[in-house]
């Protein structure tokens, strides 16, 4: 009677634990929806919900990867990173928060690259959220500004794709000169009549907000992101009124003139293509 003993015999899956490996990562919940998404799925599709629209947040890399022509394109100051001018010391010092971002593979807020969009030369920068929240420090004002000359010298058309949490506290004010800076060279840029595309996405807020996010020859945002320069729950707390439905949301700011345009994602490279035609053509 020991036949309740005998082990069941290994299957060609390796056992339930490992079917389970396999199959864990597969399958996402949408944030919005709360469907659930084949992964598969959802990157052929840009990683927008096919059941909603909602747009899931995507790194830079990826955004540059849209962009360009089959993913091909030239990385500018790679090199370049961030340093600590104040000595910044708070929960955590600044320094050893750089480095940890280093060791991820992230050197800075933002990469700039160049490369072909529809077959026409341009330059892009795309923020990064991962790193500090993609907080604007003096290395993303540098590689901005090198970018705008760049399209300044070559005359191709300059687009910037912004995901940030604002200006980067731990650089204090030198953060904050990157505003005037950047404004400066886009400035610039405007005078050599070289189109600026601003592209919004989820979220765009505080001082990239209130500097070249906003100065855009023309202003794209992607559905739903928020755009802002203090957040909602700052604004209702200091006039201690509640805001309106979707407030600051990308359709909201459409409505009230702030925006030219909300593009899905799977649109914008034709879109940004359509207008630079226009612009250059």
Known sequence: MAWFTRKKPPTEAGGEGERHVRTEGLWLKCESCSQIVWRKTLEENLQVCPQCGFHFRIDAAARLQQLFDGGQFEIHEPGMASTDPLNFVDAKP??????????????????????????????????????IGGSMGTVMGEKITRAVERSIE?????????????????????????????????????????????????????????????????????????????????????????LPEGFQRSEFLLKHGFLDAVVKRPDLKSYISASLKFFCD
């Open 94 to 131: 600044y320094k050893e928060r750089l480095a940890a971002m280093v060791k991820q593979g992230l050197r800075d807020a933002v990469i700039s690259a160049s490369g072909p969009l529809d077959g026409r030369p341009v330059n892009i920068c795309a923020l990064e959220l991962k790193f």
């Open 154 to 242: 070559r005359r191709h058309p300059l687009i910037i794709v912004s995901a940030s949490g604002g200006a980067r506290m731990q650089e204090g004010a030198v953060s904050l000169m990157q505003l005037v800076k950047i404004s400066q060279a886009l400035m610039r840029l405007d005078e050599a009549q070289v189109p600026y595309i601003s592209v919004l996405t989820d979220p765009t807020t505080g001082g990239v907000t209130a500097s070249f996010a906003m100065l855009g020859d023309l202003n794209i945002a992607e559905p739903g992101a928020l755009i802002g320069f203090a957040g909602p729950r700052v604004i209702e707390q200091t006039i201690r009124q509640k």
